[in-house]
Structure formats: C-alpha cells, structure tokens
C-alpha cells in the first residue's frame, strides 16, 4: 500500500539529514494540513533531521501509520538509519478533545519534556495530554509498527487538534498553500524548537 502511494504522480518525499534528532510528517500535505509546516520549521530551527510525504490536492489517501515500513522507501530508510529519536507530527479531529494536544509514542521521557514545553508555549485554553491514560486508545502510538517507535531511542507521537492548525483570521489551514502561520501555530513551534534543541543538549 505505501510503494502504491509513493508512485502516486501527486506524492512528494522529502528527507533532510542533520542532526540525530528527526523530525517527521508523514501524513503531510493535503491530508493532514498544517503538520508539515509544523514539522519542516521545528526541524530547520533545531537543526533537526527532516521526513515529510507531501500528498498534493485533491488526493487525501490516508494510510495508518503501521503501514509506513522503511522497506518501502529508499528515504525512509536513509531516515532512520540517520536518526536516534524522533518526533512525529499528526492532525486529528474528535468529539471532546478540540483544543488537546496529545503526546503518545514510547519514549515517555521524551513526552514529559516537550510537554513541559509546550505547556510554557501554548495559551491556557490548550490542554496537553502526555498520560498515555488520558489519551483515546487509538492515538496513544504505541505499535512497534509505528514509525515513531523505529528508531533506537523511539521518540513522540504529538497528534495536533484542528483548531490549532486553523488560521481563523485567513480562513485557511495554517501553512497550508500559502495560508500564513496563525500565532498560535507560531507559538506552538517555538515551543517545539526549544524543547527539541534542548533536548539534543541534555542528551
């Protein structure tokens, strides 16, 4: 299934090699609007590693993230032999969670820390999420599958709500086809640089 969407004329791969530290957006693009934005400035800034699949409009194929196997891509592989730890970049919409951030995957120490972040970043009215309890069972990311998991030090699944990926003002997803950053997009990758670069400092 993913050698089907890697051939798709609209797909994108995008890989750049820095730091040990990666940064991914895999569901980019047109799917889940915003995350890649998201995910290309926290990298850039931290001088962090950079994965991104990039689907164009109108194709919006969504493949669980199990399905995301390095076999499959000669990029996704260069990824991840590059990197230590990782942080994925997600949009969701549910009922009851319109202004949580929740921080799943498996390095919990990772999770408390960019939490800690994001918390000092992002105004009151967000609620960040890293209890995996707390978090709907489906988005907790915790499948070996996941790409999240693969490297050796396994990283951070932060799945991001629309209304922070939503440029009110623009009317238009932020970062998305040349809609600008909202400030709370802003705010939240300010705060996702600082904890990425001083995670990479403390390690």
Known sequence: MLRELLDHPQVTEVCELRSRFG??????????????????????????????LLQQRPLRRHLSSTHFDP??????????????????????GRRGYWRHLLLGGRNRALARHVAAHLRDGLPRRYSVLDELEALPEGLRGQHVRNPVNRPPQH?????????????????????????????????????????????????
């Open 155 to 203: 990283g951070v699944q932060i799945e991001l709500p629309p209304s922070i990926r939503w440029n009110m003002r623009a009317w238009g997803w932020s970062g998305h086809e040349g809609v600008p950053h909202s400030r709370e997009l802003d705010r939240l990758i300010d705060a996702l640089s600082a904890a990425v670069s001083a995670w990479s400092v403390e390690v």
């Open 23 to 52: 940064v991914m957006a895999y569901h980019g693009g047109n799917l889940e609007r915003g995350t890649d934005a998201v995910a290309r400035e926290v990298a850039g800034r931290a001088g962090a590693s950079y994965y991104a």
């Open 71 to 92: 076999s499959h891509s000669k990029e996704m592989t260069r990824f991840f032999d590059h990197v230590d730890v990782v942080i994925t970049i997600h949009g969701y």
